[in-house]
């Protein structure tokens, strides 16, 4: 099966269908490559590779479904991974969030 929806993540890959569930009748897929890189700056298993096991919708989300974590399986949304959009480049680090904070005091008179 070939995703064809354009605003779908893996438009225009290849995918394997696994099976259909019947609860919310979520159709779920195999991963073509294979692995995910955990982004999200707060998750525990932040900068690790995890073998993708399948990936399926969540309303309007897609999440992927991994061998790893505590339990040997954790779901992840795409946005907590390599696949995900890129961090905005103004997203504030500490130091700029301290910067604005001197900022801040330096208005009030402090």
Do not use: Y
């Given at each position: 099966m070939?995703v064809?929806?354009p605003?779908?993540?893996?438009?225009?890959?290849?995918?394997?269908?696994?099976?259909?569930k019947?609860?919310?009748?979520d159709t779920?897929?195999?991963?073509?490559s294979?692995f995910?890189?955990?982004?999200h700056?707060?998750?525990p298993l932040?900068?690790?590779r995890?073998?993708?096991?399948?990936?399926?919708r969540r309303?309007?989300d897609?999440?992927?479904?991994c061998s790893?974590?505590?339990?040997g399986?954790?779901?992840?949304?795409?946005?907590?991974t390599?696949?995900?959009?890129?961090?905005?480049?103004?997203r504030?680090?500490?130091?700029g969030l301290?910067?604005?904070?001197?900022?801040?005091r330096?208005l009030?008179?402090?």
């Open positions: 070939i064809t929806h605003f779908h993540p893996l438009n225009g890959q290849r995918l394997e269908v696994l099976h259909v019947r609860r919310g009748a779920v897929f195999v991963d073509p294979g995910v890189i955990v982004t700056p707060f998750h932040n900068g690790q995890l073998e993708v096991l399948h990936v399926k309303g309007a897609t999440v992927f479904v790893g974590g505590v339990s399986q954790i779901t992840l949304p795409q946005a907590w390599d696949r995900g959009e890129p961090p905005l480049p103004r504030l680090s500490a130091e301290a910067g604005l904070d001197t900022l801040a330096s009030r008179g402090r």
